[in-house]
């Protein structure tokens, strides 16, 4: 079964260190989106991107964030500059919006701990 | 306001019990609803998809009420590892954000 893969599983970074995670969305999927949800709190949105361009971003996801899809298959989140309050679990997702398929899948995440 | 909104419980019930979940969304553009579940530390799992007309999965039942803008989940004979949270998600099908509610915690006792 297709799946979104996630590397690495746990980074643990110095405060004001800049950090890439990754993602390889589902081959076919053309959306992708980061998610976060800091321990015991609920999933926030980070962002969505399409055809290369981001479509949607929150408050969250300010100029210390970036995106991008550097080749065919990975999706990267950067963040520059990280705060101890950006440790949380960071989700990646794809979905198709084809047809009935609806529905986003999720990477099993990386826990980022910033110390 | 919230987008998603949900009881976040928790809801403790024994081992057999019926229990049933609620959802509110505000935006009337949403399109597709789902549940998922959410276990400790670990990434948001498609439960299943949400339908005016009603869906059934084994002891879970779905149902989703565009009128009242209202989504339910109803868990029949809980078992031990139904134990998780439960979010429901609306998605407007523009590419754009899936919206989450903030869970509903569900633990089941022996």
């Known amino acids: 079964e297709p799946e979104v893969t996630q590397t690495p599983s746990h980074q643990v970074t110095q405060m004001g260190q800049e950090v890439i995670l990754r993602c390889v969305p589902i081959?076919?999927?053309?959306?992708f989106y980061w998610y976060r949800q800091i321990l015991g709190q609920k999933v926030e949105f980070l962002v969505s991107f399409y055809n290369n361009e981001i479509s949607e971003k929150s408050e969250i996801f300010d100029d210390q964030f970036s995106v991008e899809r550097p080749d065919g298959s990975n999706f990267t989140l950067k963040i520059r500059s990280t705060k101890l309050e950006d440790s949380a679990m960071y989700f990646c997702?794809?979905?198709?919006?084809?047809?009935?398929?609806?529905?986003?899948?999720f990477g099993q995440g990386t826990r980022l701990t910033v110390v | 306001r919230k987008e998603v909104e949900q009881d976040p419980g928790p809801f403790n019930v024994p081992e057999g019990a019926t229990v049933a979940f609620n959802c509110t969304y505000s935006?009337?553009?949403?399109?597709?609803f789902f549940w998922y579940r959410q276990d400790c530390r670990k990434e948001p799992k498609l439960l299943m998809s949400v339908y005016s007309s009603g869906n059934e999965d084994g002891r879970f039942t779905a149902q989703l009420n565009r009128a009242s803008q209202y989504i339910s989940l109803l868990i029949r004979d809980s078992k031990l590892s139904d134990s998780a949270t439960y979010l429901c998600v609306a998605n407007p099908n523009t590419g754009n954000q899936f919206y989450f509610g903030t869970g509903t915690s569900l633990t089941v006792i022996p």
């Open positions: 935006n009337s553009a949403s399109q597709s």
């Open positions: 081959s076919n999927h053309l959306y």
């Open positions: 997702a794809s979905s198709d919006l084809s047809g009935g398929n609806t529905e986003a899948f």
